[in-house]
């Protein structure tokens, strides 16, 4: 459906429509054991503001092939005074970040889940989000879900070891030149 639109919208318009990402929808009611990583999750604070900024930044770059630092910043200072954005600390140094979003009655999405390249290979990433996820459900919550690239097939092994499981596909569109 969505590819029919952007074909007839190219035609309309004669401008290009372009995949820029194909997306699998994941949705975890239950977190399944993964090894241990060294560390602890804890709720980022005013003093990541920096750190959490530049990772946001890095993530945009690196998923979304642009990066606005300055937006990074703000969306930083925003997401950690909501208390959604938490980090995988160990022997006191960050490691990795996630984030909780768009929470509803009874589900809240998991997603900004970034590793600075140096960390990664290491199991930072998966405790962190099954940490998450756990601390996500033991809040009441039923469900989390998030989105993956399908290009990545780390994330995507990633998250079916925590227990997250496929509910469907998307494809991100854009527009123009």
């Known amino acids: 459906l969505a590819e ?5 919208w190219s035609l309309a318009t004669g401008a290009p429509a ?3 990402m194909r997306q699998r929808i994941y949705a975890l009611t239950e977190v ?8 602890e999750l804890r709720r980022a604070g005013t003093a990541d503001e920096d750190r959490v900024a530049d ?7 690196e998923a979304l092939g642009e990066a606005d630092e300055e937006r990074a910043r703000g969306v930083a200072r ?24 768009r929470p509803t009655r009874h589900g809240v999405a998991v997603n900004a889940v970034y590793t600075p390249p140096e960390w990664r290979g290491r199991g930072y990433a998966t405790a962190c989000v099954a ?9 009441g919550r039923r469900f989390c879900v998030l989105y993956t690239d399908l290009a990545n097939p780390t994330s995507n092994s990633i998250y079916t070891r925590i227990g997250y499981r496929p ?6 569109f854009r527009f123009g030149g």
Do not use: C, K
């Open 78 to 101: 925003h997401r950690i005074a909501a208390g959604e954005v938490f980090l995988w600390e160990e022997g006191g140094e960050p490691r990795t970040m996630a984030a909780s979003a």
């Open 32 to 39: 399944q054991p993964v090894p241990e990583a060294p560390g």
């Open 131 to 139: 940490a998450l996820s756990a601390h996500l459900l033991a809040e």
């Open 4 to 8: 029919g639109f952007a074909e007839r």
């Open 55 to 61: 990772w946001i930044a890095a993530f945009d770059a």
């Open 167 to 172: 509910v469907g596909d998307s494809t991100l």
């Open 18 to 20: 372009r995949v820029a």
